[in-house]
DNA sequence: CTGAAAGCGCTTACAG
DNA sequence: CTGAAAGCGCTTACAG
C-alpha cells in the first residue's frame, strides 16, 4: 500500500501538505489539493488509520458491551444496536462489539482498548466491564438501570422502569386483574430489581398482597433455556396453583411466546381466560401474531441514538449542555392480549 | 496513563524488555518478568494497542459488515453474529461493526480501516463492500450466495441453496402440494436468485408449471414495510386468485408470521387449509408460535464460526489446508404448520 | 498556504 | 536472556 512519503514525492509537496489535504484541518490551495488527490487515486492511496490515531489520541471507535454469558440478542438489542451503530456512524464513529465480558487482566499479553469510549449496555452488580472500564479511564455511559456501585458519575440512559412497572400495573388492575404474575429479567440484571420493587409498590398502591407466585426470575442460562423459561413458570406455577392468576407481565417477547404456548397446553385462552403483557417486545412482531401482544414501547432504537449522543458530548464531539442522565419515553401500545377480567 | 517508558524506568530495564513481558514474543527471566509485572500494575500500565499495530501492522480486528439500507437484524443476524463474535474473540480478534455500507472514498478524510480483514454477509450484485475491500486489499470471505462478479477467487461460507429448495418442494409435493407460492427475499440479493430457480427447476422436476403468483420478492424497504411484506403478498395473491395455492414458503420467520396473520384474515387455517414452511427463522421462537412452524435449519451461529475460521486462514493465523468454499449443512425441522393436502 | 523536524508508543532486527 | 537504536506512518507545533 502506498504511504504518505509516496504521494508527498510524487506530487511534489511535503508530508504535511499531503496531510492536510485528506484531514482538512488546515486549508490547501487547490492546485494543490487536485493533484494530491490525483496521485492518491493513482497509488491508491488513503491514509493509514492506525498511525493516524497514534498521534491523534483518538481511534474513533466506541466499543458497545453486552452482558456475558452465553448471550443471544433479542429484538431488543437488535433495535438498540442499530440506534447505535447508525448515529455514532454521523459522527464518523465505528463500533466495537464485546460480547463476551471484557476479559481479565489475566493474560499479560492484553493490550488497551483501541476505543475512545464505550457503552455498556445492561449493568449487573458488580461489573467488571464497568470495573475495568473505569481502570482504563475509558468514558463510558451504560443503558440500563445503574446502581450506585462507587462510581457515582457515572452517564446514563434509561427508561423509567418504576413508572412502566406501575403504569402496566395500573393498566392492568384498572382491568380487574388482581392475580397478576411477573416474568421478570435475570436477577442478576439490576434492571430487576427495580421493576420487582416496583411491582411490590404498585400492588401495595392498590391493597394486593404480594404472594411467592407472582415474581419470577429468568434463570442465567443459555439460549436454548432462556427460550424455555416462559414455558416452565407459567405450566408449573399455574397447574400447581390453587387461585386463578388471570394476568401475566412477561418480560420480553420470546418469554411472552413460550408463555402463550404453555397456556394454551394447559388450556386457557389469551386473553379471555389470562391476559399477556409484555414489557420488552419487538412491537412489529408482536402485533403479527394471533392474538397481537398489548405491550410497553420502550423505543430500544431511540435509547442507542441517546446513548452515542451522551458520549459523544463526554468525548467533547458534541458541544453544549448535556445531562448525565438521560430518560427515554415509553408508552402502552394497547392490542388483543389483555381484556376485563 | 503510563507508558512503556515509565514501566521500563521503575523497573530498571530496557523497553524491549518490557515489550518481551507483555508479548511474550521472546522469553524473559522470572525475575524480570515479576518486576516488570509488579510495576506495570502500580502504574497501571497496559500495552498501547495503536501503538503496537502500527508496528506490527496488525489490527487484531475483523470488520463484518452487512447490507446498507434501513436494515434491521432478523434472528438469523443476531446467532449469525453470535458465531462470529464467539469465535473471533477465540483467536484474539474483534469485531467492528459496519451496518451502512462502506462508504464511497467521497471525502478525502476517509482513512483506511483499521481492520485486518472481512466479513461480507449477504453479498449483492455489484456490491459496493466488495468491490472497496478488494480495492483496499483487505482479505475477506462472504456468507451467502456469491455470484461471479470479477472477483473470481472470492472465499464463501454457505448453504446449499439449491439443495435446500429441493429439498423443501420435494417435502412439499410429497404431501400433495403442487400450487405452492414462494415468497422469497429481495430481488437484490443474490441468494434470492438462486432460490428462484432452484424453485422452477424443483417445479419442473415434478412436471408443475410455474405460475406469474407462485414467486414473491421482497421490497427493499425500511423495517415496518418489510413486516408487511408477508401479509400484503399473501392477503392479495390468495383474494385475487381463483385456483387455491396450498403451500405457502416463507423466507424468514417474520415473513412467516405476517403471511400467518393475512392467512386468519382471510379465514384460511395453517396447516389444515394451507401449510407454512420457513425457510430461515429462529427455530426456538418457531417452537413457541402456535402452530409450532415447520422449517429449515440452517445453521446461522455454524455459518458465521466457519467464515471466522476461513478469514484466520487467509490472515495465516489458523495453519494448514483449507478450502475457500464451505457448505454448512442444513435440514429440515419438522413441526406442526405443514400437512398433506 | 507550505515545509522541515520532532514525536506519538510501541516492536524488532542486531549485537552481545 | 537483555539492551540500544531504528522505524512503523502519520500529525503537529514552529517557522516562514
Redesign the pocket.
Known amino acids: 500500500m502506498a504511504?504518505?512519503?509516496d504521494v508527498a514525492r510524487l506530487a511534489?509537496?511535503?508530508?504535511?501538505?499531503v496531510?492536510?489535504v485528506?484531514?482538512q484541518?488546515?486549508?490547501?490551495?487547490p492546485?494543490?489539493t487536485e493533484r494530491v488527490l490525483r496521485i492518491s487515486r493513482e497509488l491508491n492511496?488513503v491514509?493509514?488509520h492506525t498511525?493516524?490515531s497514534?498521534?491523534?489520541k483518538k481511534t474513533m471507535a466506541i466499543g458497545l458491551t453486552v452482558p456475558h454469558g452465553n448471550f443471544f440478542f433479542s429484538t431488543f438489542h437488535n433495535q438498540f444496536i442499530n440506534g447505535v451503530v447508525l448515529e455514532a456512524s454521523t459522527y464518523g464513529y465505528r463500533v466495537l462489539l464485546d460480547m463476551i465480558a471484557v476479559e481479565e487482566v489475566k493474560t499479560p499479553s492484553l493490550a488497551s482498548y483501541p476505543i475512545d469510549g464505550a457503552i455498556v449496555l445492561g449493568p449487573m452488580l458488580e461489573d467488571r466491564r464497568i470495573q475495568l472500564l473505569h481502570q482504563h479511564q475509558i468514558p463510558f455511559v451504560t443503558v440500563g438501570q445503574m446502581m450506585n456501585q462507587g462510581i457515582v458519575d457515572a452517564s446514563t440512559v434509561n427508561n423509567d422502569n418504576e413508572k412502566i412497572i406501575h403504569d402496566i400495573c395500573d393498566y392492568l388492575i384498572s382491568m380487574g386483574h388482581r392475580n397478576m404474575m411477573f416474568l421478570n429479567a435475570g436477577q442478576q440484571m439490576t434492571v430487576s430489581m427495580v421493576r420487582s420493587e416496583a411491582f411490590i409498590h404498585a400492588l401495595e398502591k392498590h391493597q394486593i398482597g404480594l404472594q411467592p407466585h407472582m415474581i419470577h426470575y429468568k434463570p442465567m442460562v443459555d439460549y436454548e433455556e432462556s427460550m424455555r423459561y416462559g414455558y416452565e413458570e407459567t405450566y408449573h406455577t399455574l397447574s400447581e396453583l390453587s387461585e386463578q392468576v388471570t394476568a401475566i407481565i412477561a418480560d420480553d417477547d420470546r418469554t411472552a411466546f413460550s408463555a402463550m404456548h404453555a397456556l394454551k397446553d394447559l388450556g386457557y385462552r389469551v386473553p379471555e381466560d389470562i391476559s399477556l403483557f409484555v414489557i420488552c417486545g419487538d412491537l412489529s412482531m408482536m402485533h403479527q401474531v394471533t392474538p397481537s401482544l398489548t405491550g410497553m414501547d420502550l423505543q430500544p432504537s431511540e435509547l442507542g441514538v441517546q446513548a452515542v449522543r451522551l458520549l459523544m458530548h463526554k468525548l467533547s464531539v458534541l458541544e453544549g449542555e448535556y445531562r448525565n442522565h438521560w430518560i427515554v419515553d415509553s408508552r402502552i401500545i394497547e392490542r388483543d392480549s389483555c381484556s376485563l377480567k
Not at 511534489?12 to 501538505?17: E, I, M
Not at 484541518?25 to 490551495?29: A, F, H, I, Q, V
Open positions: 504511504k504518505i512519503d511534489g509537496v511535503s508530508k504535511g501538505t496531510s492536510n485528506f484531514s484541518k488546515r486549508p490547501t490551495s492546485k494543490v492511496y491514509p493509514n498511525a493516524r497514534l498521534v491523534t
